[in-house]
């Protein structure tokens, strides 16, 4: 677990040297509603791909009981048709994550039950990119 969190320190500081046109920082506002910390570096590999990792961590407890732990990694490849980060998309990805949730009260079911364990997968992606301006700019994903 902490050679996962040494190699995300690393991508990201790699990204303070680079061309913003070459990387971009980026975060999950849906996981952010769900009081998950999570960031991510998106860095150029060639004309047409791009290269994402995005982690995620969560370690709040609430009262004696109920629990909402996860820590998540991601990695990503991504095509562009056109433009790199900018328009249409596809994308290939892969996903670590180890979670420890339960006994949450206003579930219902899930007030004496703990999941715990490891997760494994990976799926497809495609999703838009719009630019909103010289430094920021917002994406839709669709997954599977």
Not at 54 to 68: I, Q, R, T, V
Not at 74 to 83: H, I, S, V
Not at 128 to 140: C, K, N, P, Q, T
Request: glycine content about 12%; proline content about 3%; aromatic content about 16%.
């Amino acid at each position: 677990m902490k050679r996962l969190y040494l190699l995300f320190l690393l991508l990201s500081l790699m990204s303070t040297a680079a061309f913003a046109q070459r990387v971009a920082l980026r975060t999950d506002l849906l996981l952010w509603g769900t009081t998950t910390p999570n960031a991510g570096v998106e860095t150029s590999i060639s004309r047409h791909f791009t290269m994402a990792l995005n982690g995620a961590y969560n370690a709040w407890k609430f009262g004696n009981d109920m629990k909402l732990n996860l820590c998540l990694i991601q990695p990503e490849l991504r095509y562009w048709p056109c433009r790199k980060f900018e328009g249409h998309f596809l994308g290939v990805h892969g996903h670590y994550a180890y979670y420890n949730v339960g006994q949450i009260p206003f579930f219902s079911g899930m007030e004496d039950i703990i999941y715990r364990g490891d997760l494994y997968g990976g799926g497809i992606t495609y999703g838009y990119h719009w630019v909103l301006g010289d430094r920021f700019s917002i994406e839709a994903v669709i997954g599977g």
